[in-house]
Nanobody, 114 residues
Framework: QVQLVESGGGSVQPGGSLRLSCTSSESIVNLYTMGWYRQAPGQQRDMVAAINGIGGTIYTDVAKGRFTIERDNAKKTVYLQMNSLKPEDTAVYYC????????WGQGTQVTVSS
């Protein structure tokens, strides 16, 4: 089984930045397109950005221009650099393959408020 561990969340003011990390227990994830997802209370879990095995990226409208997804296959880690954060970015952030065929980790909380 593949275990995914997210970290790097926290509480920031609007306009601030965070860098999230997702580390896998298995190198097989290097073969997957990997994505970052987020879920706010009472809302569905949505993918916000994804990166394939050769570095190609996809960004949804909420992420484009503000977030950057990267991966380091040697470290079995996927990153999400989040800049110009807004209150509406507040959510629990998760990583998974895209499509989300792996077990979910615990996520990491991102809170953007004044």
């Amino acid at each position: 089984q593949v275990q995914l561990v997210e970290s790097g969340g926290g509480s920031v003011q609007p306009g601030g930045s965070l860098r999230l990390s997702c580390t896998s227990s298995e190198s097989i994830v290097n073969l997957y397109t990997m994505g970052w997802y987020r879920q706010a209370p009472g809302q569905q879990r949505d993918m916000v950005a994804a990166i394939n095995g050769i570095g190609g990226t996809i960004y949804t409208d909420v992420a484009k221009g503000r977030f950057t997804i990267e991966r380091d296959n040697a470290k079995k880690t996927v990153y999400l650099q989040m800049n110009s954060l807004k209150p509406e970015d507040t959510a629990v952030y998760y990583c998974n393959a895209y499509p989300s065929v792996l077990d979910w980790g615990q996520g990491t909380q991102v809170t953007v408020s004044s």
